[in-house]
Every structure is written in structure tokens, then in C-alpha cells.
């Protein structure tokens, strides 16, 4: 086990089995993870940027970033729901996306403690939001927290605590691209989804109150992704929610959540830019998978509102599991 800083000031946290991480402060954010094929050749399965500076300038791709206080768009940037009612701050086409413009999860530093065993290396973020943030009441004290085995899996638990009932939706928002191939798509990709519905959306990707019926094979290579699903059953943390698989190198990605839905987004609006060989960005580079929950809407009125209060813990476990065959 190993915990090192690189020059870009990273950490990187390796296992004994060369299963790796590298995490940056800013935005609690997964920068690589390094993973076998089913040669036992080791890649970087996470698209992600060469410096912190790097991420600063490309706001709104999110790249690897702890998502908050409310992942998903809130429309009209107005709350209302669990008895509150009040105004967020606007940060595309009048809405509120994952967190606001200036002060959300992703933009802001976080403070790191790393752990290690004798097979796990951990990375945990903290932060501590204080009340009127992006127009949130409460003060929010968050942690991020990533847990990496040695037999290659990447458990994430976000938990949060709060002075006075706010929202919360968390996520993570790692494009996971398990070819490790920089510039290569996920359209040669297979994604389950073990789902019983897809929320509708307008042209401004609000919900409707309505609900598709889709495959739970979900192509990646004749449609394009950016959709909530709501899974199957209230707690996947012992049955696969979704499964990720290349077959050219043999990588799959199983994912297991207690969260109730999963937002798919197969990265149609990446742009088109490469910073060096390792480090190109390109549509469709790469896959989101963010459980998280459906965020408080009149046409939506069966689902739980997502305030957190004083005398509650909010906690979000996602487990990531790889394999190779």
C-alpha cells in the first residue's frame, strides 16, 4: 500500500495488487483509476484532466467531481417541497444544475485525510457548507469518501449533516471509459440497467410527471443517454443495479447502490479537445452512472422529499465493482 502526492498535486493511493486512484481536492474528485483487463494489463478506466487548473477552467463538465448540494436540475432554480419553499441560484437556462454556478460541490476545495490497511486504500474529503450557499439554507457538513480493495473495488459514501432542513442529492460523477483507451468512445460498450421506468423529460431535460418504458439493455452506439432511471428494487447494495462491459479488453464495471434512481449520461456533449496523449476529451469519451434520488416536484408527488433534517443522517454507499474475464 502506497499514499503519494505527484507534481500536478494529486494523490495517488496504490494497493499491494497495483489497483490504483488518484484524487484531487478540488471538487472531492476522482481524477484515474487504474484497473486490469483480463490480461492483467493495468489502465486508467476514468476520464480526467492533467492539472487542478485544468478542471477550474472546463466548469460544467464535472469530470469526476462529488456532485452538490442537489444533484439534477431544480426548475426554475426554486425549490419547493418538505415544507420549504425558496430561490437557488440559476445556472442554466433559468435552472438549477448540480449545485449552482459558483459555490457547488465540484468548484470548491475540499479537506483530504487519506487511511490505509493491508487492503484498502481510503480518501476522504470533508466539507463544510455554510448556510446560504448557492441560496441552500443550513449549514451542510459533507464528507466524500473513496474505498478502493486491492481486488479491485471502489466503494463511495457520501454523508451529510445539517443545522436546519435543506435539500440534499449527492453523487459522484466519474465518466467511467473501460476500454483505457484515451480518445476511444463507449459506443463499443454494453450497459444494463435493471430498471422499472425512465423519467420523461422536456426539451430543457425537466420531468414531465410522465414515465417511458425502456430496454434494460441500454444501446450506447444508436442512442444517445440523459436519463433518470428508477431502479428495481429500493436497495441494490446486494443486487447489481447496473453492469458496464468492454469486450475488447474484458472490463466490467457492476455497480451496486442504496440510492432508489440512477441518472445515465453517455457523454454526447463532451467537447472535442485533447491536452496531451493521455488526456483527450471527445464525445461520447466516456459514461456517467450517478445514483441519487428524485428531487422534490409537484408532478412527481410518489416519490420522498429529499429535505435533510437537523436530527438526520443522510448517507449515499455506491459500490463499484471490476472484474475481467
Known sequence: MSITLDHSGFTRLSTSSGVSMVVSTFGARLVELWVPDRNGRLANVVLGLPTTRDYAHRAGLYLGCTVGRVAGRIPQSHFVGGGLSFDVEPNERGNHLHGGPAQSFDRVEWELVTFDTDDVVSAEFRYCSPAGEEGYPGELTVTSRY???????????????TTAPTPVNLTTHAYWNLSGIPG?????????????????????????????????????????WDDTFILTNANHLTTAAARLHHSGTGRTLTLYTSEPAMQVYSGAYLPQEELD???????????????????????????????????????HITRHKFSAT
Do not use: K, M, W
Open 147 to 161: 474505498d478502493l480493495s486491492s481486488d479491485g473495488e471502489l466503494t463511495s459514501t457520501l454523508t451529510a449533516h
Open 184 to 224: 476511444h468512445t463507449v459506443e463499443d460498450h454494453e450497459l444494463f440497467v435493471d430498471h422499472a421506468g425512465q423519467l420523461e423529460t422536456d426539451s430543457a431535460q425537466l420531468p414531465t410527471g410522465h414515465f417511458l418504458s425502456s430496454p434494460q439493455q441500454l444501446s450506447l452506439s444508436e442512442h444517445s
Open 277 to 315: 496523449a493521455e488526456h483527450i476529451l471527445t464525445p461520447f469519451g466516456g459514461l456517467c452512472l450517478e445514483p441519487q434520488r428524485i428531487i422534490d416536484n409537484p408532478l412527481l408527488p410518489q416519490f420522498p422529499s429529499i429535505v435533510l433534517l437537523p436530527d438526520e443522517t443522510y448517507r
